[in-house]
């Protein structure tokens, strides 16, 4: 329980005050990384201050200074509006997850400031990131019983050397809620207690609808491997029953309809995304690859050409990372929107992790100095998010979803732009890009 504890600890604090130190010293003055965050951070004030769902006493504030980009007249597309009410457009259960930051927060303010949502965004995302951190240390350590300094580097992997540091952690993104989920569902699957398992997946899918492969993966492996009795049938159902139940609870009594909830406004008409050229992209785009931005991911290929036949976690996780990466390739947005590095992916890091467990428990001495040369330079390259990403470089070259071409110059990738603003600082360059004004370093 203390290294349970430790983690927590330690991770939340890094991911925090990361963010806190950078913003102080306006080395990174962006507070606020994404529109898609604010209605998660209201709906977390609503609930403990007002007890609803319903955004209505803060609508204001909010299109005062996000309003929808295109016409101010219009809801913006962030919010719901149903019944003369206003509501989050995407899935709470980040919020729900994170509820223990608002508890501590909110009732202890008066008038809610633009400061408060920043600040109660970044403890919420730390939260929810940290412990996570902690439940993949339990799975490394507990479930699996691998030996503290290997638990203690796949952590270190896990926090660090992926976008959870600069981007999963750093704002109330729902990426962090499945990864949560997962986790947990992880931990209950390896010890067959299947009603818990799929309960948290469950939660997850109401997180994020991709969290259904990590569903059909499981399930599939328990009906392939001749675990599927009546019983683990049964145990399937009430547990995926349970997060039903609520989702219909308060779908019902707030959003009216299930086309009012989440993500199905964009469901049918979104499946737009260039494949083969996106699934290429997801790993090897030049400023959105997984390959690009976390090199450590060479060793999840490896850890999975080495234990595909050996090891079921490894074959469970190869089956989820292929059909994850495949399935958002065909999403419009699959490198990420407005967001640093492979957001789209972010779900299933936990997944990525696991193959690198069965090398460093497998080959530790022949992949250990690979391993840390890679996860340095993986780690850089977050640390380096973490100090540029304020969506300049987007702004910039960012063309959308029709036109790619952008997410493959190396010119104008996101590495060489970041080089081009130290350089304007160092007072080498005059500016950035061509449409940077010459402050924006």
């Keep these: 329980m203390k290294d349970l504890l430790k983690v927590f600890l330690f991770s939340f604090l890094l991911f925090f005050l990361s963010w806190l130190f950078l913003y102080k010293l306006n080395v990174n003055s962006l507070p606020l990384q994404s529109e898609d965050a604010i209605p998660s951070i209201f709906t977390g004030i609503a609930i403990v201050k007002e007890g609803t769902l319903n955004l209505d006493s803060y609508y204001q504030m909010m299109v005062s200074k996000y309003p929808q980009p295109d016409d101010s007249n219009l809801t913006p597309f962030y919010l719901r509006k149903v019944n003369n009410h206003y509501l989050s457009a995407f899935p709470i259960m980040n919020t729900i997850l994170s509820l223990p930051v608002f508890l501590l927060y909110v009732p202890f303010i008066t008038t809610i400031s633009w400061d408060d949502v920043y600040l109660v965004s970044h403890l919420s995302g730390s939260f929810i990131l940290s412990i996570s951190c902690a439940a993949l240390f339990y799975l490394f350590s507990r479930v699996l019983k691998s030996s503290s300094r290997i638990s203690y580097i796949l952590i270190a992997v896990y926090a660090l050397a992926t976008i959870n540091l600069p981007l999963i952690s750093q704002a109330l993104w729902q990426h962090g809620a499945v990864q949560f989920f997962s986790i947990l569902a992880l931990i209950f699957f390896l010890r067959e207690r299947y009603l818990l398992t799929f309960m948290f997946l469950g939660f997850g899918i109401l997180s994020r609808p991709t969290a259904g492969i990590v569903f059909a993966v499981l ?18 159902v009430i547990g995926i029953l349970i997060p039903i139940l609520f989702f219909f609870s308060y779908n019902f009594i707030y959003y009216t309809d299930l086309s009012n909830q989440g993500y199905a406004s964009q469901l049918g008409n979104s499946w737009l995304g260039n494949f083969p050229e996106s699934l290429i992209g997801i790993w090897v785009s ?38 994850h990466t495949l399935v958002l390739s065909k999403w419009k947005h699959w490198y990420g929107g407005y967001g640093y590095g492979y957001r789209m992916i972010s779900d299933v890091i936990p997944f990525f992790i696991i193959p690198i467990w069965f090398l460093l428990e497998n080959y530790y001495e022949k992949v250990k100095k690979g391993v840390l040369l890679t996860f340095i ?33 190396l010119k104008n990738s996101e590495a060489a732009f970041n080089a081009r603003r130290v350089m304007v600082k160092l007072n080498l360059l005059e500016r950035a890009c061509e449409k940077c004004l010459p402050q924006n370093r």
């Design 377 to 409: 330079v993986s780690f850089i390259i977050q640390v380096s998010g973490l100090v540029f990403f304020d969506s300049i470089w987007h702004n910039a070259y960012d063309t959308g979803f029709k036109n790619t071409s952008w997410l493959w110059s």
């Design 219 to 236: 399930f599939l492996f328990l009906y392939f491997s001749k675990k599927l009795n009546i019983k683990v049938a049964i145990s399937t």
């Design 286 to 323: 030049p400023s959105k690859g997984l390959l690009i931005y976390s090199p450590i991911f060479i060793f999840t290929l490896i850890g999975i050409w080495k234990g595909y036949k050996k090891d079921n976690l490894v074959a469970i996780s190869f089956w989820i990372i292929l059909l």
